[in-house]
């Protein structure tokens, strides 16, 4: 059985700092790209960032240098540093595991950056 299971999600407030984990079971991980998404209220889900089981990293412009992508294949997990957060970040973070057409999500992680 596959599992994604992310934390770390907590209400902030804008310039504060969060780092989000996923952990995987269930697939055999360093095969994976492992990604990062965000849904806003209202709004479909994109993707924030995204690494492949090399270590090659893809950021949405709207994060770049301020968010990084890590992983840990020999633990299985996936993190995401997010600094400087803004209003706009605010959302219900997912992580996903991709390799060819399996693709598997995690329940979500609400973030909520308040002024």
């Known amino acids: 059985q596959v599992r994604l299971v992310e934390s770390g999600g907590e209400s902030v407030q804008p310039g504060e700092s969060l780092t989000l984990t996923c952990v995987a079971s269930g697939i055999t991980f360093d095969l994976y790209t492992m990604g990062w998404y965000r849904q806003a209220p209202g709004k479909s889900r994109e993707l924030v960032a995204d690494?492949?089981?090399?270590?090659?990293?893809d950021y949405d412009d709207s994060v770049k240098g301020r968010f990084t992508i890590s992983r840990d294949n020999a633990n299985k997990q996936v993190t995401l540093e997010m600094k400087n957060l803004k209003g706009e970040d605010t959302g219900v973070y997912y992580c996903?595991?991709?390799?060819?057409?399996?693709?598997?999500w995690g329940q979500g992680s609400q973030v909520t950056v308040y002024s």
């Open positions: 996903k595991a991709e390799w060819g057409s399996l693709r598997y």
């Open positions: 690494i492949t089981g090399s270590g090659m990293i």
